[in-house]
């Protein structure tokens, strides 16, 4: 059974930094493309970061390059994404995604929220 957990998520201010962690299980996490995909309160699903297989190329959303920084660890089965400068607009409920484009799998989410 596939499961993928987050973690992570919280309440920061303005300019403050984030860590979010995504434990996979029950498939072969070194050979797919993973990928978090974040939704604001009352908006629909946007896309932030992916993370290949293989060579490990990544890509951002214009909205958070430079600030963001996607990661996996395969042999802990765990992708992170590291948010920094973050940003009230930055709010949402955060989902990591196996795959990029099209996704099978999602985790339950974690909740950021940049508020002073």
């Known amino acids: 059974e596939v499961q993928l957990v987050e973690s992570g998520g919280g309440l920061v201010q303005p300019g403050g930094s984030l860590r979010l962690s995504c434990a996979a299980s029950g498939f072969t996490f070194s050979t797919y493309a993973m990928s978090w995909v974040r939704q604001a309160p009352g908006k629909g699903l946007e896309w932030v970061s992916n993370?290949?297989?293989?060579?490990?190329?990544?890509s951002y959303a214009d909205s958070v390059k430079g600030r963001f920084t996607i990661s996996r660890d395969n042999a802990k089965n765990t992708l992170y994404l590291q948010m920094n400068s973050l940003k009230p607009e930055d709010t949402a409920v955060y989902y990591c995604?196996?795959?990029?484009?099209?996704?099978?799998?999602w985790g339950q989410g974690t909740q950021v929220t940049v508020s002073s």
């Open positions: 995604a196996k795959g990029w484009g099209r996704y099978d799998y």
């Open positions: 993370a290949n297989s293989g060579s490990g190329s990544t």
